[in-house]
């Protein structure tokens, strides 16, 4: 029997270690006081609220402030918008992104230097906010879904972290092989690398995803009509504008109104804004560090 060598941690150590727990146990709780004070917030009396009665727990718990929400034709259209511009925009930026990254990873691809230089310009040089809107309206672009689609149709820096993770992780002698055997390299492509390439293909759509679901500044640039409005300008107009949707005020009493309801669903039209993305994100968890890492570190 072999007895096991352990190292003790020194005093100094266990006391720099005690600090960086403390330190990250206050800054646990001030991300996490406002998230518990806006979730039970929308959950208690509007009364309670406007007397600052909510602290930490929910005071006079109600749902009624939801209700109004799922009422509201604004919101469920604003629902609706956020989910189309989410999900077709994120499936446009990855094939976008993939199909740039793959063939600037390969060594043989000419002048891929030059494509590269070109695009790390855009990084640190933009034309601005009207030319950018002058060509969306050239486009015939203004006041349609493309608008919030095509002007981010993949994003620089996912293209230089995929590019390297097809570099480093995917090796070269597997193409040979599959070429040896009559694979080209669009079947290639499909059959081997992208699913070799899920924990960066998880990465990336968290990314774009939560981008188009937070997007309210290209909408409030390029869109007009009510019907194509996302979430976010939505939420922008009640929580900036107070331009609270007449159907959720309707939805309440005159008593509930009188004691500041309006404030309890700015509260709840928060909660319901980031549902979605807090969904989302426990499916990709377990991808999202290897991904970032391998991607970012290597090469």
């Known amino acids: 029997m072999f007895r ?3 190292i003790k941690d020194s005093l100094g150590d266990r006391i720099f270690m005690l600090c960086i727990y403390l330190f990250l146990i206050i800054v646990l709780c001030a991300v996490l006081y406002p998230l518990l004070f ?3 917030s929308s959950f208690s009396s509007s009364r309670a609220v406007v007397s600052g009665s909510v602290w930490l727990f929910p005071v006079d718990f109600t749902t009624r402030a939801y209700a109004a929400i799922f009422n509201s034709k604004q919101i469920m259209m604003g629902y609706y ?6 999900v077709f925009g994120t499936m446009i930026n990855l094939l976008f992104t993939v199909l740039i990254a793959y063939p600037l990873s390969q060594k043989h691809f000419y002048g891929r230097g030059v494509v590269m230089t070109m695009m790390m310009a855009t990084v640190f040089f933009g034309g601005g906010l009207i030319p950018d809107y002058l060509l969306v309206k050239n486009l015939g672009l203004l006041d349609t879904r493309w608008a919030l689609w ?3 149709a993949f994003g620089v820096f996912n293209v230089i972290v995929a590019r390297t993770f097809f570099q480093t992780s995917i090796p070269p002698e597997m193409q040979e092989a599959a070429q040896i055997d009559g694979c080209g390299d669009t079947r290639y492509l499909v059959s081997i690398v992208l699913p070799l390439s899920k924990p960066i293909l998880a990465v990336m759509t968290l990314f774009y995803a939560v981008g188009h679901w937070n997007a309210f500044f290209s909408a409030l640039i390029y869109l007009r009509s009510e019907e194509l ?3 976010q300008y939505v939420l922008r107009n009640i929580l900036i ?5 007449p159907e959720m005020m309707a939805a309440s ?3 509930m109104r009188d004691q500041g309801f309006q404030q309890v669903l700015k509260y709840a039209v928060i909660v319901a804004a980031s549902l979605p993305v807090l969904l989302i994100y426990p499916f990709v968890q377990r991808h999202f560090v290897k991904g970032v890492m391998i991607g970012s570190l290597k090469g």
Not at 81 to 86: A, L
Not at 241 to 245: C, K, Q, R, Y
Request: no cysteine; hydrophobic share 40%.
């Open 81 to 86: 918008n956020s989910i189309v511009y989410m």
């Open 4 to 6: 096991k060598n352990t």
């Open 229 to 231: 409005f996302p979430l």
């Open 150 to 152: 095509l002007p981010g």
């Open 253 to 255: 009493t005159q008593e």
């Open 38 to 40: 806006i979730i039970s």
């Open 241 to 245: 504008l107070n331009a609270t949707d």
